[in-house]
């Protein structure tokens, strides 16, 4: 009986151990989710506040600047967080250091081709069954307003509609905006 009672306070002392680190490793991945100076999630796309952007190889202004953005409204995604600055990666994959008050939350996307010379689609519904309203060339960019996870209603100067949402940078695969 001895025995008997033993194992059974050990088998509840290593359950609840073990829920315990089950719950420490669920609020971990959470934090690392969540950016440490915003509380905001990691990684998340915004777009450039500023015509022009320095991008530092480092979190401050003393580091060398590697990037000069001239497009304000241009997407990037911010891949990291330390203090007031915020790293970011653009479309092309170059990643550096940017002041975070010169980022906007306002959500934008950059339209994708696979060449320079293909024109991307936007349709009058979230379908490809609606009309073309517009073709834009790769590397334009609007501003989106909503996402259903495969579609975006996107606009710009001088057109607005409906692209498949694959043809962003700027929104993830499968993400809704709202």
């Known amino acids: 009986m001895k025995h008997a009672t033993r194992v059974l306070f050990m088998t509840v002392v290593i359950a609840v151990a073990a829920g315990m680190a089950a ?10 989710t969540l950016g440490s100076a915003s509380g905001l999630p990691i990684p998340r796309f915004v777009s450039l506040k500023a015509d022009k ?9 003393t580091y060398e600047v590697k990037w000069l953005y001239q497009r304000a409204g241009l997407p990037v995604e911010i891949t990291a967080e330390f203090e007031n600055w915020r ?5 092309d994959g170059t990643e550096g250091w940017v002041y975070h008050s010169l980022l906007s939350g306002r959500r934008t996307g ?11 689609p936007l349709y009058d519904g979230a379908d490809v069954e609606s009309g ?15 996402c259903s996870g495969s579609w975006c209603y996107f606009n710009g100067r001088g057109f607005e509609g409906w692209i498949q949402q694959f043809r962003l940078w700027g929104v993830y695969p499968n993400e809704k905006v709202d």
């Open 53 to 61: 952007v320095n991008m530092h190889i480092g979190p401050a202004k």
């Open 87 to 91: 790293r970011i990666r653009d479309a």
């Open 110 to 120: 950059m339209v994708m081709a696979k060449s320079k010379d293909e024109l991307i």
């Open 132 to 146: 073309v309203v517009a073709r834009l060339e790769r590397g334009v960019i609007g501003v989106v307003k909503r």
């Open 23 to 32: 719950d420490m490793v669920a609020d971990m991945a959470r934090a690392e």
